[in-house]
């Protein structure tokens, strides 16, 4: 990403997807601009990239649930619909980390929290969550977690 905030990188593509005619990116896009907007308004805030990061992460976990159900129900056009929103969100998401630099990040938060057994979960999610926000599924960072912990 260059050096503009995220949520002018988002209306600039919105601007692109208008003008390249591309509606089903466009949809997703102005999905993005309702929930800040909705932010924006409920919690009279302006969105900074921490928060539209946050918002994004969310969505991206909204629709591989949504995702997973559909498919699980054997409405494969409808996960299709939800896996394509995932692509156009996570252009706007960091890097993704690989499962090596996760692990990585889960045994430098463990050795630095001093943390034995399940008990330590906690703590260490608490050091991981700000360092993996929109890089990793948090969901899979758990596991992991609880992996070593339990190792």
């Excluded at 003008?19 to 601009?33: F, M």
């Excluded at 399940?118 to 960072?141: F, H, S, Y």
């Amino acid at each position: 990403m260059t050096d503009q905030s995220l949520t002018a990188s988002i209306r600039a593509a919105m601007k692109a997807a208008m003008k390249a005619r591309d509606k089903d990116r466009l949809g997703t896009i102005r999905l993005i601009q309702a929930e800040f907007k909705r932010i924006e308004v409920d919690e009279r805030i302006e969105v900074d990239d921490a928060r539209a990061l946050a918002v994004l992460d969310k969505m991206v976990k909204q629709r591989r649930d949504s995702a997973q159900q559909y498919a699980d129900a054997g409405r494969d056009e409808l996960a299709e619909k939800e896996n394509a929103e995932i692509a156009v969100l996570q252009e706007f998401l960091p890097q993704q980390l690989s499962e090596d630099e996760i692990i990585a990040l889960i045994d430098e938060a463990i050795a630095a929290s001093g943390a034995e057994g399940m008990a330590a979960m906690g703590p260490v999610m608490g050091q991981l969550k700000p360092k993996l926000a929109g890089r990793a599924d948090m969901g899979a960072v758990s596991g992991l977690v609880k992996q070593r912990l339990s190792a």
